[in-house]
């Protein structure tokens, strides 16, 4: 069964707190994505990761982090979470060689209060 | 700047009727087009993803065209249903590998009603 699974699916942080998002996947997809959607924009590019330990800035990284010790996960961190970081968090996975098969995960909704 | 523009913002249409979604872009190179459904509350699906200059593609109730010329594409629903009732967000890629880039228009919200 071809997934990408997000955990946790909601999550209330207060400012400050250090948060965790974590993204698995059963394709053996190299290359994972982190996203965020925030209502009338399109989805924003935090971190792409090609495999393990080869991740790549997207469009707006400042205030994450991302880690993948193994292909099938990928993880985002938030030290010090801001009240702007309130957003709905997608991951997402390809193979390395072709967009033609993109799978996202049902979506984590993170409030910073 | 944004790149991946999709009009209408949102939509209503009678359980029924058919609806034509459109997708306009600057982004360069478009390597594929690809359309998306995201239901309230759930990740992204894909519909359907196109690749040629001049492009179609048929998924049961929903067609899809693109020009790469005027850089337009269009989401056909034909005889919607209460189900379709969705956000349809259209994503160019600028390669066909993950190497490249995705982007995103803000997305059609679709709403069906009987």
């Known amino acids: 069964d071809m997934k990408v699974t997000q955990m946790p699916r909601y999550l209330i942080k207060r ?3 250090n948060v965790l998002l974590e993204c698995g996947q059963d394709m053996s997809h190299e290359t994972m994505y982190w996203y965020r959607q925030d209502p009338g924009l ?12 080869s991740n790549s800035e997207g469009d707006i990284p400042k205030g994450y982090r991302v880690s993948r010790k193994k292909r099938e996960h990928f993880s985002l961190i938030l030290d010090s ?9 997608f991951c997402a996975s390809s193979p390395l060689g072709s967009q033609n098969t993109l799978y996202f995960g049902a979506g984590t909704r993170l409030s910073v209060l | 700047k944004t ?4 009009s209408p913002q949102s939509l209503v249409v009678r359980q029924g009727e058919n609806c034509v979604l459109q997708c ?5 190179p478009d390597n594929h087009l690809r359309w998306f459904k995201q239901d309230t509350g759930k990740g992204l699906v894909s519909l359907t993803v196109l690749v040629d200059q001049k492009d179609k593609t048929s998924n049961g109730r929903y067609s899809a065209t693109l020009d790469k010329d005027a850089k337009h594409s269009t989401l056909h629903i034909t005889a919607t ?5 969705a956000t349809y967000i259209c994503v160019v890629g600028d390669r ?18 009987p």
Not at chain 1, 42 to 53: E, F, M, N, R, T
Request: aromatic content about 8%; glycine content about 10%.
């Open chain 2, 24 to 28: 306009n872009y600057s982004v360069t």
């Open chain 1, 15 to 17: 400012m400050g707190e």
């Open chain 2, 81 to 85: 249903l209460l189900d379709d009732t």
């Open chain 1, 81 to 89: 979470a801001k009240t702007n970081q309130t957003s709905v968090y």
């Open chain 1, 42 to 53: 399109g989805l924003q590019l935090i971190y792409i990761s090609y495999d393990v330990d």
């Open chain 2, 96 to 113: 066909g590998s993950a190497l490249g880039r995705l982007h995103f228009g803000a997305g059609t919200q679709l709403i069906v009603i």
């Open chain 2, 3 to 6: 790149q991946v523009e999709q």
